[in-house]
């Protein structure tokens, strides 16, 4: 799919921090959950942030959703800033931006029938406002029908505990259509189903992009939905975008060391020979407290390649020399790519922090 040129959502710098409990002595203390991280979502887009619990990437999407205040940055709708919209285009904006919860079974009403529920999410939204009891179950049908819910009379009067974790799933996915979004945040909206639903849920997400124009942010830890529903990826490490660009690129050749390790977890079936040939990582380690990050790269501390610099300087997320559409925020990443900078080490042959050459 060609990605339009302006960004249905834009995010720029985007952060969020938790403060503690004050301590009597001492600097206060936050959490650290996202630290000022940029990506767009062109119209009709599937854009993906993936990366281990805690990387910041559900806080991101609480952001997106205004359930979460921000720390520092800013998020524009259609260009314009989301902090500047008057109450009008702020109404516009909840009707549009909507969300698939993970657990659909906490996130629809236990003493609701499918008809209440959709019936409520047409007419609080405004969609159907004012609209007679037989258009409001016209279009729950309808909706019923295009989430793959047949013979939709028959779900009607049921209750959320009546139906399958799959088909609950696809009355959340239902729910968030009813206000005719144009932007959809998928938050791990398979990872508690079984694997045979999981397929079938991901080609009806598909089928809606590809049908209404619809654009997702999918929040996901799995690499393989990513791969199948995403254009274009960002992988997130302790609040931080250090890789992105198209899922193919990325997938196919990681350049952080972060990615590529994730990659190296994820089965992927991939015939190439570049793919099936490539460098092997092995990190050390636990993720560190977002309350104290490490300095220079967050990742340093876990990193087999890590230099001195990577101890003290950020690594800024900048274009691949030879793909552009892939940036990386690695001190070593052109000579990851000249193949100079190959972590292929075993858990028992972990090199130390060298010095650095530069
Ligand atoms: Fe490793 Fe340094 Fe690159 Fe961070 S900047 S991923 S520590 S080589």
Redesign the pocket.
């Known amino acids: 799919m060609t990605t339009p040129a302006a960004p249905l959502i834009a995010a720029t710098g985007l952060t969020k921090h938790f403060p503690l409990g004050r301590r009597m002595f001492g600097p206060r203390r936050a959490v650290h959950a996202v630290n000022g991280i940029d990506f767009e979502v062109a119209v009709g887009e599937t854009y993906a942030l993936v990366g281990e619990s805690g990387c910041g990437k559900t806080t991101t999407a609480r952001m997106v959703l205004g359930l979460e205040g921000v720390t520092a940055g800013a998020l524009r709708f259609h260009g314009k800033p989301v902090a500047e919209l008057d109450a009008a285009e702020r109404a516009r904006f909840r009707r549009r931006v909507q969300v698939v919860f993970q657990d659909s079974n906490a996130s629809l009403n236990p003493r609701k029938t499918l008809r209440q529920i959709l019936g409520t999410a047409l007419t609080v939204s405004g969609a159907l406002r004012g609209a007679s009891r037989a258009e409001v179950r016209e279009r729950v049908v309808r909706l019923l029908t295009d989430v793959g819910l047949t013979p939709a009379e028959s779900f009607l009067d049921r209750l959320p505990h009546e139906l399958s974790g799959g088909q609950r799933q696809r009355v959340g996915i239902a729910r968030a259509l009813a206000p005719e979004p144009e932007f959809v945040i998928a938050d791990e909206p398979v990872s508690a189903l079984d694997i045979s639903v999981r397929a079938q849920i991901l080609t009806l997400l598909a089928r809606i992009q590809r049908e209404r124009g619809v654009a997702f942010l999918l929040i996901s830890h799995d690499l393989a939905v990513v791969r199948n529903v995403a254009e274009r990826v960002g992988v997130m490490y302790l609040g931080r975008i ?1 890789e992105t660009g198209p899922v193919g690129a990325v997938f196919a050749r990681p350049v ?3 990615t590529a390790a994730l990659v190296d977890a994820t089965p992927l079936p991939d015939p190439r020979p570049e793919v099936r040939a490539r460098d092997h990582v092995d990190i050390r380690g636990d993720v560190p407290s977002p309350v104290s990050l490490p300095p220079g ?1 967050a ?2 501390p876990r ?1 087999p ?3 001195e ?2 101890r003290s300087v950020v ?1 800024e997320l900048v274009p691949l020399p030879d793909d552009p559409g892939v940036s990386v ?5 052109e000579e990851r790519l000249a193949g100079l ?1 190959l972590p292929t080490v075993s858990a028992a042959h972990r090199p130390r922090p060298q010095e650095d050459p530069a």
């Open positions: 250090i952080h060391p972060y790269c990742f340093h990193c390649i890590a230099v610099r990577c690594p925020a690695c001190h070593r990443a900078a």
